[in-house]
């Protein structure tokens, strides 16, 4: 957090302000339980996109919910 201030201190005021607009938002997301779990019931599992099925699969990397 002290790097954090510091590095903020050499910024200007517009940048600051729309750091601390940033941080409320993450803070906020943060609080809220509820609405972190309904984004990731929204999100799609994707998976490896490397390597042969065989090999995805063997790894349990195909993105599949088991």
Do not use: F, I
Not at 14 to 41: N, P
Request: hydrophobic fraction near 25%; aromatic fraction near 4%.
């Amino acid at each position: 957090m002290e790097v954090t201030l510091e590095l903020r201190n050499r910024l200007s005021s517009e940048e600051t302000d729309t750091l601390q607009v940033m941080d409320q938002g993450q803070a906020e997301w943060m609080a809220s339980t509820r609405k972190r779990l309904e984004e990731a019931e929204q999100e799609e599992l994707k998976g490896r996109d490397s390597g042969t099925q065989d090999w995805k699969e063997a790894r349990g990397e195909t993105g599949k919910e088991s």
